[in-house]
C-alpha cells in the first residue's frame, strides 16, 4: 500500500522479482516506489510458515457384512498422499475401475480404520481421523437336494443334503418325526441323527460357519421298501393231483428279511 494510493513499485524478495512459495525467512524483501518524481523504499523480512492439511475422511454406516467391500472417501486439503491403516477382521485393497481404496470385511469383530498424512518441508502433519464399524455375519441361502429329500427305506439312515449360497458352507442337519395320521411332531426334541424308519420327518438346515449364518426347512419322506415272496406252491391243478392222500413241503422266501406266513 502506498500513500498516496496507487503509485507503482516495485518488490524484490531477496533479490528476486518473483514471489516466493516454499516454506523459509525471505530478508530483506524491499519494495520500491518507482512512479515518476515520487520516490520512497521500505524493507522487510518475509516468513512463509508450513500450512496445515486437514483430512475429510466420510463416515460409513456402523454395521457392514462378512465379504461386503466398500470404497472408502477420503480426501485432503493439501496434494501430499494419505496412509491408510486397519485393524480388526478386514483388509484395505484398491478398486480397480475408480481408482479408490476399499475394505473388504473378512471376519466378525470390530474394524477401525485410520488415515494419516505425514507432512514435508511445506505442510505439517495432518491430525488421523479413524472410523471404525462393527463386523457381523452375513447372510447365507440353502438349497435343499430334491432327490434326497424323497427316500426308499433299506435298512440304513436316510440324510438329507444340500447346497449353500455363497458355496462350500458347513450345513447341519436334524430331523423331527410327524405324525402321519395326526400331522403333529411325534418326537419331542430334532436329532442330528438322520432316520432309519420309514415315515414322515421335518428337517432343519442350519449354516455353521463363522462368517456366516442361515436356516432352511424341507420334509423328508421315508416309503417302506416293497417286498417280494418266492414260493415253491403248485399251480396246476394237474400238479396238485399228484399230491392227493400224500402231504407237499411247502417253502416261501421273501426278498426282505420279514418271515413270510404260509
Same mark, same amino acid.
Not at 107 to 131: I, K, W
Given at each position: 500500500i502506498t500513500n498516496p494510493s496507487g503509485l507503482v513499485y516495485t518488490i524484490l524478495y531477496a533479490g528476486s522479482a518473483i514471489a516466493p512459495t516454499a516454506v523459509g525467512v525471505y530478508s530483506p524483501v524491499i519494495a520500491t516506489i518507482t512512479d515518476g518524481a515520487r520516490t520512497g523504499q521500505v524493507s522487510r523480512a518475509l516468513v512463509i510458515t508450513p500450512a496445515d492439511q486437514v483430512i475429510t475422511f466420510s463416515s460409513f454406516t456402523s454395521e457392514k457384512r462378512v465379504d461386503e467391500t466398500f470404497d472408502l472417501e477420503v480426501t485432503s486439503t493439501s496434494?501430499?498422499?494419505?496412509?491408510?491403516?486397519? $485393524?480388526?477382521?478386514?483388509?484395505?485393497?484398491?478398486?480397480?475401475?475408480?481408482? &479408490?481404496? +476399499?475394505? %473388504?470385511? *473378512?471376519? =466378525?469383530?470390530?474394524?477401525?480404520?485410520?488415515?494419516?498424512?505425514?507432512?514435508?518441508?511445506?505442510? $505439517?502433519?495432518?491430525?488421523?481421523?479413524?472410523?471404525?464399524?462393527?463386523?457381523? &455375519?452375513? +447372510?447365507? %441361502?440353502? *438349497?435343499? =437336494?430334491?432327490?434326497?429329500?424323497?427316500?426308499?427305506?433299506?435298512?440304513?439312515?436316510?440324510?438329507?443334503?444340500?447346497?449353500?449360497?455363497?458355496?462350500?458352507?458347513?450345513?447341519?442337519?436334524?430331523?423331527?418325526?410327524?405324525?402321519?395320521?395326526?400331522?403333529?411332531?411325534?418326537?419331542?426334541?430334532?436329532?442330528?441323527?438322520?432316520?432309519i424308519a420309514a415315515g414322515r420327518y421335518a428337517v432343519t438346515a442350519t449354516i455353521t460357519d463363522s462368517g456366516y449364518v442361515g436356516t432352511a426347512s424341507a420334509e423328508l419322506v421315508i416309503v417302506r421298501r416293497a417286498q417280494t415272496i418266492t414260493t415253491n406252491f403248485p399251480t396246476l391243478p394237474s400238479q396238485l393231483n399228484k399230491y392227493i392222500d400224500g402231504y407237499i413241503d411247502l417253502s416261501a422266501v421273501t426278498s426282505v428279511s420279514l418271515e413270510p406266513a404260509v
Open positions: 496434494p501430499l498422499p494419505i496412509e491408510l491403516s486397519i $485393524t480388526g477382521p478386514a483388509t484395505i485393497g484398491l478398486n480397480a475401475v475408480n481408482g &479408490k481404496k +476399499t475394505v %473388504t470385511v *473378512t471376519g =466378525v469383530g470390530l474394524v477401525e480404520v485410520t488415515a494419516t498424512q505425514a507432512g514435508d518441508a511445506n505442510y $505439517t502433519s495432518a491430525v488421523p481421523v479413524s472410523r471404525s464399524f462393527s463386523a457381523i &455375519k452375513n +447372510t447365507a %441361502t440353502i *438349497t435343499f =437336494v430334491t432327490a434326497t429329500l424323497a427316500q426308499t427305506y433299506d435298512g440304513t439312515a436316510q440324510s438329507v443334503q444340500a447346497s449353500t449360497n455363497p458355496v462350500g458352507k458347513q450345513v447341519d442337519f436334524t430331523y423331527r418325526q410327524i405324525n402321519s395320521f395326526f400331522g403333529i411332531f411325534d418326537s419331542v426334541t430334532e436329532s442330528p441323527v438322520a432316520p
